[in-house]
């Protein structure tokens, strides 16, 4: 390096000239804005912002000026110098985020493609409503009570108040197992769980038992030999039908909507006395007995009672336009039944209901064949593979 | 039970303001339960007229047929007044006969339009009615004749008809048997709207005497009442009232004769079966006796039929002639010249009635109302209700002869708290209105202090205990008064853990692509053929159910394989072959043949009755079992898909053990239905769950299933009571280590065994041992196989150093070498 020239006169120093540096430093930033890619900037990063870019040649020069001339001269190319790394700065950001970005693009799939490698595995709709069910109880504090299907005579039917000659016993049609005087039978019905409960656990006793049953009923879209009911049996003291009708009307609303309640009518089994069959509001018109998709060009017409041959039309298809539905049959605990238990009846009381499960699977889901629910079809059994 | 709503109204003077649709409201409400209003000629539009025929000519047709060209006076109903001509093919009817005339524009039952259209060279305008046209009865005897006092024509035909009627269908409960008639229908209408009830059965009667045809009780325990009665020089031409015959027909009986009718009429009217003898049929008293053992009797309806000691029998000195309030006999019974009725109205025991009903398969509208209960004290009312309506329409004389043996029973008395219908329905219910509740259902109530002392009508042999006068007293005051009130359940523990598990192991193989399905529990011997089970097989041990529906199925099934793979292949008939299906399902083991005993009913069983009884019933453990067919795994966009396997079976059941806490040990194992080399037992320690593998290609054949697929089955009972949750988990956080290892071991030796070597010789400091990896061919040589593990050691409390896990894994490898003369391979 040589030394200072102190003859040397800063304005006719070319590189130093003002207007030199800006060009450079124009060119410079008119090249940074025009760099394409990454690649481009680097070329121009060497070539406007390198060791032999004018700008730095111009900052080497600076040292050779007289000190009066360096303050100005070295602002000058500092400046310069200082927009160009700038400019260089920012478009490196950008082009970078470009890349960045096409190079996402160039990785965008199909989303739409399927990736059904795996069939989807699904429970039967009768096993998740039975859950659903003694979920809704359990939450109440009862539990969830269990017996053979292959049962003993006495259970299903002498405990029960239903004795060898009882008439109700044909309503009943029941499956013997071989030879019929070993008194076995398939359970005609969940209700000697009833009886298996209060023999095996002391009052009070707040149970529910969701299981499978048995009757000599042809396989059609609506009977079928192999059914499942839920029962339930409260025993403890001072239990009333007003309880029953308050346990149901839960039990409704929990499985069909807020408001939706049940009916009783007067009826008879065996084991409860009083009887009666509950009916539940239908969940789907509320009670109206109107089809909701005609809605209220019918509901206008009139009252509820609408004439049975005029509402073929606007009827709702749930309930056939009654506004209630059967849901099952319900009483208060024969006191027979507590005795053949061994269970005091002047200290307790209780009461029982039992609902067909298939049934309201078919009315709360529209099955229209009963036969869907043991056919293990696939479609079926995966179209509900849901919690219901 | 079917009644006629005018029937009702005459029995019972109900508001005006009471409609059909209030009327079968309520009685729903009292417990009589509406199943249909039915209008008798609901499917008939008029016009529907009575015509006189005014003149007719008869014209011989080219088919052989003579027609009639009739002109019909049907008054003002066809606008002009003029007579109506009319074609008719029938020709039971002359000039000047009433006849039912349907005008154009009616519509007959099945939907049949009628218009006036050219028929045989002339208009005919209208049709004359035959009933059964009209769809009221089938007489093939051509048109309808009426009466002359039926009408005048013109006059409107539905309300002569009976066309006009509601009948309401009500279903009958087994302990209301007194609604099963007019009467019992009526006193509920009656009390249901607060209205007074003259009961048809409360009607003077001739006290009895000696004279009356004789009858003999030997079996009182079977009948505790039998009237006779006698009519003579009865007409037996005499035809049955229309009224009558429409009412029967309305009630869904068939008219049959004059004397038939009014028995089954007053069967309807009352409650009373009657029975109606030929009185010159019958020889020498009635005897009312037990049958003796195979003794044989022809019954009404012309099947002979084998008696046993407990069937009670009407007989006389010719033998039997009827089985008691069943059905009659043929020798005796009424016909087209009887002119001398026997009647009987007798009460019988209903357990009698019920088991020769039940026995001979023979339920009657008799037998029907006889075993639910009968008022006893019926058989006199009954019996002169049907002398009278004989003679009043079949002439002839009631004879002063009036037999009645034994007597009813003196009536029951139920006494209870004023307070106990309150306090079992949870309404308020004051006692003056529990003591006007039961009095309107007929109950004569006395209140002493706090109770109330009731006794039982007749006609409710139902009332027994303090509780069916609650039911009577509620169901009055109204079910829909019952308040809803939630009882307060003690806190209660959830779930058991076996119901838990359960939902678990649902959840766990729905999450491992499997369809869960539910079969009936029902199979038979071809099914257990077709799995190709040995003779002593314990599978075969079944129980067999006495009435099963199908003889292909007789037995309850011990494996829930052949139900599964009948679903699996409906489905694969239905276009699905790729499925995998699981179910849980109770199956049935018998234990031997001990009958299971019928305990008492008045007390609790005792600790050996109940241990009894339980022994007696099958074991019946719960089951799970897994088919799969077709691919596991789909083929796509992504590659080929993965057929199903015996490993995935295999896996099915680990997959549940796993989410159990549970480890399953794989044994080689040979057992129908699978695949003899491809089959495995499944043990937890010593226990053998059950089998899974590549289903036996002859099973796959008779079932109709895709070749090679697979199944399990295991007794899901046993793995749910091993069921653990895991215990004090330690999770390190030093390095692990990582050591692969290739053993060459004969072919034969099942790699899980291999792994336990390994996992026992590598000791403590074995993280986890994991197969990845298993080769056969010429680098290791015929008979030999090489398995690749690879071990992951650590320690829960320090780095371990390189001679730590060099001696760790050496020791896994010299194990190896030692037990199964296993060989690194290089
Ligand atoms: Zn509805």
Redo the contacts between chains.
């Keep these: 390096m040589s030394g200072p020239n102190t003859d040397y006169d800063p304005v006719e120093v070319t590189p130093l000239k003002a207007d030199e540096v800006e060009a450079a430093r124009d060119a410079a930033l008119a090249a940074i804005e025009s760099a394409g890619t990454l690649e481009e900037l680097k070329r121009v990063r060497t070539e406007h912002a390198g060791d032999r870019s004018a700008l730095a040649l111009a900052n080497r020069e600076i040292g050779a000026l007289p000190p009066q001339a360096r303050k100005e001269a070295g602002q000058r190319v500092g400046q310069a110098r200082g927009a160009v790394s700038k400019a260089l700065a920012a478009r490196q950001a950008v082009l970078e985020a470009e890349h960045e970005e096409r190079i996402l693009v160039e990785e965008a799939v199909d989303v739409t493609?399927?990736?059904?490698?795996?069939?989807?595995?699904?429970?039967?709709p009768?096993?998740t409503l039975s859950?659903r069910i003694?979920d809704v109880f359990?939450a109440?504090?009862?539990?969830?009570a269990e017996g053979?299907?292959?049962?003993?005579?006495?259970?299903n039917f002498?405990?029960l108040?239903l004795?060898?000659?009882?008439?109700?016993r044909?309503?009943q049609d029941t499956?013997?197992?071989?030879?019929?005087?070993?008194?076995?039978v398939?359970r005609t019905h969940t209700s000697p769980v009833q009886a298996r409960t209060l023999?095996t656990r002391k009052p009070?006793v707040?149970v529910v038992c969701p299981g499978?049953v048995f009757r000599?009923d042809?396989?059609d879209a609506t009977h079928s030999?192999?059914f499942h009911q839920v029962e339930g049996l409260?025993v403890?003291e001072g239990?009333?039908?007003?309880?029953?009708?308050?346990?149901l009307?839960?039990f409704a609303s929990s499985m069909f909507g807020e408001g939706i309640?049940t009916?009783?009518?007067?009826?008879?089994f065996p084991f409860t006395?009083?009887?009666?069959?509950v009916d539940l509001v239908c969940f789907v018109c509320r009670g109206t007995g109107l089809d909701p998709a005609v809605g209220t060009s019918v509901g206008a017409s009139g009252s509820t009672?609408a004439e049975?041959t005029s509402s073929a039309h606007g009827s709702c298809r749930t309930c056939k336009g009654e506004g209630w539905i059967e849901w099952g049959g319900c009483g208060?605990v024969?006191?027979?039944v507590l005795?053949?238990?061994?269970?005091d009846p002047e200290r307790y009381?209780g009461f029982a209901f039992g609902m067909g499960i298939d049934r309201t699977l078919m009315f709360r889901h529209g099955v229209e064949d009963l036969r869907d629910?043991?056919?293990?079809?696939?479609?079926f059994?995966?179209a509900f593979?849901t919690e219901i | 039970m079917r009644a006629p709503v005018s029937w009702i109204r005459e029995l019972v003077e109900l508001p005006a303001d009471v409609t059909t649709e209030k009327l079968t409201d309520r009685l729903t409400m009292l417990g009589l339960k509406l199943e249909a209003v039915e209008r008798a000629g609901g499917d008939i539009q008029g016009p529907l007229v009575l015509g006189r025929v005014l003149s007719l000519a008869e014209e011989p047709q080219k088919n052989g047929k003579i027609i009639r060209w009739c002109q019909v006076d049907v008054g003002d109903a066809n606008g002009t007044g003029e007579p109506q001509g009319i074609v008719c093919g029938a020709h039971n009817f002359a000039e000047g006969d009433l006849v039912v005339v349907v005008l154009p524009g009616g519509v007959l039952p099945g939907g049949f339009a009628i218009s006036a259209r050219k028929t045989y060279g002339h208009v005919s305008a209208g049709m004359i009615c035959s009933a059964r046209e009209l769809g009221i009865g089938d007489d093939h005897d051509g048109i309808m004749v009426l009466p002359a006092d039926a009408g005048q024509p013109g006059d409107d035909a539905f309300g002569y008809l009976g066309l006009d009627e509601e009948v309401i269908d009500l279903e009958i409960n087994p302990d209301r048997a007194y609604a099963l008639s007019l009467r019992g229908i009526a006193r509920e209408a009656a009390l249901g709207f607060g209205v007074p009830f003259q009961d048809p059965a409360l009607r003077a009667t001739p006290e009895p005497n000696g004279t009356g045809y004789p009858v003999v009780v030997d079996a009182p325990d079977g009948c505790p009442v039998f009237v006779t009665r006698t009519v003579t020089g009865f007409d037996p031409s005499a035809p049955t009232p229309r009224w009558m015959a429409q009412r029967l027909q309305q009630a869904g009986m068939r008219p049959i004769s004059l004397a038939v009718d009014v028995t089954n009429y007053v069967m309807l009217e009352l409650g009373q079966p009657i029975h109606g003898y030929d009185g010159d049929r019958l020889s020498g008293p009635i005897r009312v006796r037990r049958a003796v053992e195979g003794e044989r009797l022809t019954t009404l309806d012309g099947v002979e039929r084998t008696l046993s000691a407990e069937d009670l029998l009407i007989t006389d000195d010719s033998g039997p002639i009827g089985l008691a309030g069943v059905m009659g006999g043929e020798t005796t019974e009424l016909s087209a010249t009887t002119s001398h009725v026997v009647i009987e109205a007798a009460h019988f025991d209903p357990v009698s009635i019920f088991r020769t009903q039940r026995r001979h398969k023979l339920p009657s509208e008799a037998s029907k109302r006889f075993e639910r209960g009968v008022d006893p004290l019926l058989p006199e009312a009954a019996a002169d209700r049907v002398a009278e309506l004989l003679v009043a329409h079949g002439g002839g004389t009631v004879t002063d002869g009036v037999t009645k043996v034994g007597a009813a029973p003196e009536p029951r008395s139920i006494t209870i708290p004023t307070g106990l219908p309150a306090r079992v329905t949870g309404m308020e219910i004051p006692a003056h209105t529990a003591v006007a509740n039961l009095e309107s259902v007929g109950c004569g109530v006395t209140v002493d202090g706090g109770s109330l002392t009731a006794v039982v009508p007749s006609w409710r042999p139902d009332l027994n205990d303090p509780f069916d006068l609650v039911e009577e007293v509620a169901r009055i005051v109204g079910y829909d008064k019952v308040p809803s009130v939630l009882p307060a359940a003690p806190a209660g523990r959830g779930l058991t853990p076996a119901q838990s598990l359960r939902r678990r192991v649902g959840r766990a193989l729905a999450g491992a692509g499997f369809v869960e399905v539910v079969s009936f529990p029902f199979t038979g011997p071809a099914a257990l053929d077709a799995l190709g089970l040995d003779e002593d097989d314990e599978r075969r041990n079944t129980m067999r159910i006495a009435n099963a529906l199908s003889n292909e199925q007789p037995y309850m099934t011990t494996t829930l394989l052949p139900g599964l793979l009948e679903t699996a292949a409906r489905n694969a008939g239905r276009g699905q072959p790729d499925v995998a299906l699981f179910e849980t399902a109770t199956v049935t083991l018998p234990r031997g043949t001990v009958a299971a005993p019928i305990l008492p009913v008045d007390r609790r069983p005792t600790p050996g009755e109940w241990d009894d009884l339980q022994k007696a019933l099958p074991d019946q453990p719960l089951h799970l079992a897994v088919v799969l067919t077709g691919e596991r795994e789909r083929t796509g966009w992504w590659g080929p898909g993965r057929a199903a396997t015996w490993s995935d079976a295999i896996q099915a059941v680990r997959d549940v053990a796993q989410v159990l806490g549970v480890e399953v040990e794989v044994r080689s194992a040979s057992v129908a239905p699978w695949h003899p080399g491809r089959c495995a037992e499944l043990l937890v320690g010593d226990v053998s769950l059950g089998h899974a593998g590549e289903l036996h290609p002859k099973v796959c054949t008779a079932f109709g299933l895709p070749a090679r697929a697979a199944a399990a089955e295991i007794d899901l009972d046993l793995l749910l009571e091993r069921a653990a949750p895991p215990s004090g988990p330690v999770v390190s956080s030093f390095p692990v280590a990582k050591e692969d290892v290739a053993l060459v071991v004969d072919a034969a030796l099942p790699a899980g065994e291999l792994a336990a070597t390994l996992r026992e010789g590598a000791g403590e400091l074995l993280e986890s041992v994991r197969l990845f990896d298993l080769y056969t061919g010429a680098q290791v040589g015929g008979g030999k196989k090489s398995l690749a593990f690879a071990l992951r050691f650590r320690a829960p409390d320090r780095t371990l150093n390189d001679e730590e896990i060099t001696a760790a894994r050496e020791g896994a490898v010299a194990l190896a070498a030692e037990r199964h003369g296993a060989v690194l391979r290089g």
């Design positions: 493609l399927p990736w059904d490698r795996y069939p989807a595995g699904a429970r039967h009768l096993t859950e003694g359990v109440m504090g009862w539990e969830i053979p299907v292959v049962e003993a005579e006495w259970l002498d405990a108040n004795g060898a000659d009882h008439p109700a044909t309503m499956f013997w197992m071989e030879p019929p005087e070993n008194a076995i398939l023999l009070p707040y499978r000599t042809e396989y030999p192999v409260v403890d239990i009333t039908m007003a309880h029953l009708k308050g346990s009307d839960h309640t009916r009783f009518r007067p009826s008879y006395e009083p009887s009666a069959e009672a049975p208060v024969n006191p027979r005795v053949a238990c061994g269970v009381t629910l043991f056919e293990g079809d696939v479609r059994v995966g593979g």
